[in-house]
């Protein structure tokens, strides 16, 4: 109702997730109660959504707050981040393994029908 959720067009991993309010606040003291609700219950959906349609085992969840957090829009924003167990690390990259992630626009079509499924209780 007071939120968008977004792909993440510069994703960190193949399902990142930006949760935007609708009405423009910059911190997190802006938010309303049900907005403030709302965000937490959204964060949980999220969670189960890429448990599901990506199968995360863990997630980073994180806020950019202020002119120096490196925010590139000053608009309030969560992002939800799935983590995996075969995340390549250190090694894997040094020893010259190829990364792969989705497209975001894939991402985009993915993550709407989980989410509008989630909504509705059926799917488009």
Known sequence: ???LVSANAHAYNPGHLLLFPLRHVVTLGELTEDEALELHRL?????GVLRGLY????FNVGLNLGPASGASIEHLHLH???RYDRELGFMDIIGGA???VEDPTQSRDRLHTAFLELSTGKSE
């Open 1 to 3: 109702q007071h939120f």
């Open 43 to 47: 964060q949980v959906d999220s969670f």
């Open 55 to 58: 199968g995360a085992v863990s």
């Open 80 to 82: 939800v981040v799935p």
């Open 98 to 100: 190829k990364i792969m």
